[in-house]
């Protein structure tokens, strides 16, 4: 059974900084893409920043420059540095990854980590 737990969530003041991690578990046989997304009160969920298996990355406007989306594919961990963070950053995160396992290949998602940045 493949599970995605997600940490580091927290409260910070704006401006401050957080670092959430994304630890895939369980049996599978590779991972491919992952990303982060958050969803706010009232809000859809929205994607924040993707990582392919290779490398490349892609990021939401509103987090370019701010927001650094890594992996480590030894741990099969994926990490988000969110800096310089603003009120509206607030929302519950939420890690997705593509997986290819026995049963074929899976969207998963995490529990979800929440983020609150106070003003």
């Known amino acids: 059974q493949v599970q995605l737990v997600e940490s580091g969530g927290g409260l910070v003041q704006a401006g401050g900084s957080l670092r959430l991690s994304c630890a895939a578990s369980?049996?599978?046989?590779?991972?491919?893409?992952m990303g982060w997304y958050r969803q706010a009160p009232g809000k859809q969920r929205e994607l924040v920043a993707r990582i392919s298996s290779g490398g490349t990355t892609n990021y939401a406007d509103s987090v370019k420059g701010r927001f650094t989306i890594s992996r480590d594919n030894a741990k099969n961990t994926m990490y988000l540095q969110m800096s310089s963070l603003k009120p509206e950053d607030t929302a519950v995160y939420y890690c997705n990854a593509y997986i290819s396992h026995t049963g074929g290949n899976t969207n998963f998602w995490g529990q979800g980590t929440q983020v609150t940045v106070s003003s």
């Open positions: 369980g049996s599978f046989f590779s991972i491919n893409a």
